[in-house]
């Protein structure tokens, strides 16, 4: 496994008030994403195990797309990834901030 | 939790799917939520991926505002399989059960015992059982979903034999030993783990609820795993010793009436179905109908 951390500035905070959501399972070419509303709301930091070794940069640069693209400020984000491809990385960050934005029951 | 549109599959959601749609909306409490971090001690020594619930998702919900207790399994990760905190999980909600006299709900979705972890696997499923067995004789029903990808397999198998009532859709596969290690074990004459409708003519959904093995038969929805388990809890509860010596009567009729079929195809014409060919491919409905009209019928014992 490779662990890698990045915290970065997000100009947007996160939408809802939900203290967490989660999405994903931990399966070949799939990946956890859980979103816990705990940091201040311009930082967000995300944290991931990975099977696939040796792809420091193309995590680097999703996470930079999704902070440019989506509300994550105030997010600590955990990865546990079972090899999913970019597209699919990109897709379930995606999911997790918009599953925390939503009302709460 | 969310709600999600009807016409959901049951076979393809999460685990965390099943649960918003099978549960009252917003009713679902988790324990030991995935933000604990309770993850495996085990799989980081193979330098294996965690999963923040280790597969095992538990917590308090309604269903038609009746309280339950509620376990699902994550079939995608590790194949559902149980490993010690996946296990414990469950054991601590059957015990907690005990306690609050709560009926449990288990959503099924294993292929068995996680071998990376398999000593604290297998005495995991002997605490689970003998915990379900407590349970249940304190008067409580123990209620087992099965139509997800893995099917319940291995030590799932015999925790689904410890439940009051089982219900499995077509989808849904229920036994102790899967496909490919009866054919690694006894040959490929004795079964072909390649032939996916001789796997679903012998373990699948329509074979069990035919034999008895599993009390309702459902569409692959959770609005129908809804309705289903909504009259499962309405049965009357309970387990003692006249209970099991009928079910082993039973059991030993079973063996009497089928012991010499080859196939589940045999053991349908014996139950005087005309065209047991057929029955793969019957409609949901169709089947049922046709079922009941012959099916063995199954036990609250198992």
């Known amino acids: 496994m490779e662990h890698l951390s990045y915290t970065v500035t997000a100009p947007r905070a996160a939408g809802g008030t939900r203290r967490q959501a989660i999405i994903g399972v931990v399966a070949s070419g799939n990946l956890e994403v859980l979103a816990e509303r705990v940091l201040a709301t311009d930082t967000c930091t995300v944290d991931i195990a990975t099977a696939a070794r040796g792809f420091a940069p193309v995590w680097q640069a999703v996470i930079a797309d999704f902070v440019a693209l989506r509300a994550a400020g105030g997010l600590r984000l955990s990865i546990n990834d079972g090899g999913a491809r970019p597209d699919t990385v990109a897709l379930r960050l995606a999911q997790v901030v918009r599953l925390i934005e939503e009302p709460e029951a | 939790m969310t709600a999600l549109p009807s016409g959901l ?187 996916r409708a001789l796997v679903w003519r012998t373990m699948g959904g329509k074979h069990r609820y035919l034999i008895g093995g599993a009390d309702g038969y459902v569409a692959d929805d959770p609005a129908a795993f809804r309705a289903a388990t909504q009259s499962a809890l309405g049965r009357s509860p309970g387990l003692d010793l006249s209970m099991l010596h009928a079910e082993h009567q039973r059991l030993t009729r079973r063996l009497a009436r089928f012991g010499n079929a080859r196939d589940g195809t045999d053991v349908w014409s014996t139950l005087g179905i005309a065209d047991p060919d057929a029955i793969p491919g019957l409609a949901d409905d169709d089947f049922r109908h046709l079922a009941d009209a012959c099916r063995e019928v199954a036990d609250d014992a198992r």
């Not at chain 2, 409490?29 to 095992?56: C, K, N, T, V, Y």
């Not at chain 2, 959503?107 to 604290?120: C, I, K, Y």
Request: charged share 25%.
């Open chain 2, 9 to 195: 599959s049951w076979l393809e959601a999460s685990a965390r799917q099943r649960l918003a749609a099978l549960l009252d909306p917003g009713s679902f409490a988790e324990f030991i939520g995935p933000e604990q971090r309770e993850r495996s001690p085990h799989l980081r020594l193979f330098d294996l991926p965690e999963q923040f619930d280790d597969g095992m998702i538990v917590g308090r919900a309604t269903l038609c505002r009746t309280p339950v207790l509620v376990a699902a399994q994550e079939g995608r990760f590790m194949g559902g399989a149980f490993g010690e905190v996946h296990g414990a999980k469950l054991t601590g909600l059957l015990r907690a059960a005990a306690l609050l006299g709560r009926d449990v709900l288990i959503l099924f979705d294993t292929g068995g015992v996680r071998l990376q972890e398999a000593n604290a696997g297998e005495l995991a499923i002997s605490e689970i059982m003998r915990a379900i067995v407590d349970l249940r004789r304190a008067g409580n029903r123990v209620i087992g979903l099965i139509g997800g990808r893995a099917g319940c397999y291995g030590g799932g198998g015999l925790i689904a034999g410890c439940c009051s009532a089982l219900i499995v859709s077509e989808q849904g596969r229920i036994s102790v030993s899967g496909p490919e290690v009866i054919e690694t074990n006894k040959g490929v004459e004795e079964f072909d783990s390649r032939d």
